[in-house]
């Protein structure tokens, strides 16, 4: 009797198991992953096996949560070799994105040898090899973080809207709980920020047209004609009924276009060719407004997705056209976009580049595209890389990564500047290098030379206990820190193997939260003079500290003096190597 209620209490026990797992499984299959990984969580904890930890890996994966992704592909290769060929490919991927590129080979390798048919295996572990050559001579380009844009959420695919940026965002608004299966996040909104005294100062982000621009579901990245009287905008439109789930499993993305009248938005109309079997996503309309440009996972494409173009007809827009093998892949395409000379910008990871997904260029060839390439690093890094604009100068701008250094969260907005100092190879300061294979994909692009006129030091010694100082709520350079930062500049270009810590403060007298995103734009400002100085980005780190790190006794709540306040709100720069 004792046997037969510990077989019945095992057959019990051995239900739940079975019933938990189904569930997850279903959860999975409908691309509900973020529940689903919550199932597998607890189930690795309590019964690990390398099934269950691949389907863990494969929801973040599916999530983009790729240290959590690559820790669960360990496990299932510390149990030997996987039955799921496609399980090595995936871990490769994710060692490299993580930048384990030795063990991303072996990786590729094994997938190779189990599948030798396919040349995707051979196709990544060469790219690891062409990525490590490219680091030897690649010059960095300077890459900042907006820390007056960025969040711990996702903010993604800047465009310019008048006098500011908008942008795309996870970030909670009021009223506002619908979580996205998927991820498990926030659906995404439009928000605005008005540019202020640079490129890297923004006021305070606000929703854009008041939160839900055209529905309560995900919207955006979105882009205008070139008066803004026009928007067309990706979005998912409506919960799926139950017969439809089954079918077709999520709502796909489709675009939609509205009228700007009197500050609203008006006449919404849907894409002609949107579709509820595959979707219609990240538009991109020329400045002239006779073509649009767009991702899509119709049928017919070289890949998982491809990007399209339509030409404007009358009134409406004429079918689409595949911008075929010289821009797309057999992997993922999205997020075209032009510069002015015409050249057109994407995002893929069908490309023997970086990791993750890498932006690409492909440059006009008197109005026909050249095979593209994956710009350079650090445009480019080993994450995921999307969503380029350029300003008006043609060699600043803002990109979309998720790459580890420098982030604030999630997927973060960053300022880039194209001008290096090229004086020491005998090169044209005007030419910049946006290519990186040489000698056979080596490609250049005109960009103007901005005068630099730093005040001249000529004695050259390390300067000590170097401290700035701003006015209140403020972060620009004030006059009476140039010549602190010049010197900085005169030193760094004289001893090129230091770095440099910069750190930001702030008095007590406001929020932390508030605090540290002021600490951090002081930083920033510090960090873009000195780039613009001639010292590299990647010679430098920034760290805003908030009102953490005060001077003297003016905590919150303590009455001080002006000039006490003053002293905590400063940049100190300290240096690290050779003296």
């Known amino acids: 009797m004792k046997a037969i209620c510990i077989l019945f209490i095992a057959t019990m026990y051995c239900s739940v198991i079975n019933a938990q797992s189904s569930k997850a499984d279903r959860l999975f299959d409908d691309w509900e992953y973020f529940r689903a990984a919550k199932i597998y969580e607890i189930e690795a904890a309590k019964h690990p096996n390398a099934d269950t930890y691949f389907k863990l890996g494969e929801c973040y994966r599916k999530m983009h949560l790729y240290i959590e992704e690559q820790a669960s592909y360990d496990k299932v290769n510390e149990a030997g070799v996987f039955h799921n060929p496609e399980f090595y490919l995936n871990y490769g991927l994710v060692l490299k994105i993580n930048g384990k590129n030795d063990r991303a080979k072996l990786a590729f390798n094994k997938y190779s040898e189990l599948v030798p048919s396919d040349f995707r295996g051979k196709f990544y572990s060469e790219s690891i090899d062409i990525v490590a050559d490219d680091h030897k001579w690649d010059e960095p380009v300077s890459i900042i973080n907006v820390a007056a844009l960025n969040t711990k959420n996702a903010e993604i695919c800047p465009v310019l809207y008048k006098e500011g940026i908008l942008f795309t965002s996870n970030r909670r608004t009021s009223g506002r709980d619908k979580i996205y299966g998927w991820t498990g996040a926030n659906y995404l909104d439009l928000f605005y920020a008005q540019r202020g005294i640079d490129d890297l100062s923004y006021t305070d982000a606000a929703p854009f047209n008041g939160a839900n621009v055209l529905g309560k579901y995900s919207e955006g990245p979105a882009c205008f004609s070139k008066n803004f009287d026009t928007m067309y905008i990706s979005k998912v439109g409506r919960d799926l009924t139950g017969i439809e789930k089954k079918t077709l499993k999520i709502e796909r993305n489709k675009i939609f276009m509205s009228v700007m009248k009197d500050g609203k938005l008006t006449n919404t109309m849907p894409f002609p060719f949107n579709n ?34 339509c030409n404007r007809e009358g009134n409406g827009w004429g079918k689409p056209v595949n911008m075929g093998p010289n821009v797309n892949t057999f992997n993922r395409e999205k997020y075209p976009g032009m510069d002015a000379a015409g050249n057109f910008y ?162 007590s007298r406001a929020t932390p939260e508030y605090n540290l995103n002021l600490s951090r734009r002081r930083t920033n400002a510090a960090l873009h003079y000195l780039i613009k100085g001639g010292i590299k980005a990647t010679r430098m780190i920034c760290t805003g500290y908030g009102a953490s790190q005060l001077v003297n006794r003016c905590g919150k709540g303590v009455q001080c003096s002006t000039d006490e306040h003053q002293l905590n709100r400063s940049v100190n720069f300290h240096f690290e190597g050779k003296k």
């Open 276 to 309: 509820d079997t595959f979707s219609v996503a990240t538009p991109y309309l020329t400045t002239d407004g006779s073509r649009i440009y767009f991702a899509s996972d119709m049928p017919g494409g070289y890949g998982e997705t491809d990007i399209y173009f």
């Open 346 to 507: 994407f995002s893929s990871d069908g490309y023997q580049g970086f990791g993750g997904a890498d932006i690409c260029v492909a440059l006009n060839n008197n109005g026909t595209f050249a095979k593209a390439i994956p710009l350079k690093y650090t445009i480019n890094s080993s994450a995921d890389d999307f969503g380029i604009v350029f300003l008006k100068d043609g060699k600043t701008g803002y990109l979309t990564s998720n790459r580890f250094e420098g982030g604030q969260g999630d997927d973060d907005i960053y300022y880039f500047d194209l001008l290096t100092n090229n004086a020491d190879k005998g090169l044209a300061t005007s030419v910049y290098t946006i290519g990186y294979r040489p000698p056979v994909l080596r490609a250049t692009a005109a960009i103007p030379t901005i005068a630099i006129k730093p005040k001249i030091i000529t004695k050259v010694s390390r300067p000590a206990n170097i401290r700035i100082y701003f006015d209140l709520d403020k972060f620009d350079i004030r006059p009476d820190a140039i010549i602190h930062l010049d010197s900085v500049i005169a030193y760094m270009n004289d001893v090129k193997d230091v770095t440099l810590q910069i750190g930001g403060h702030c008095d």
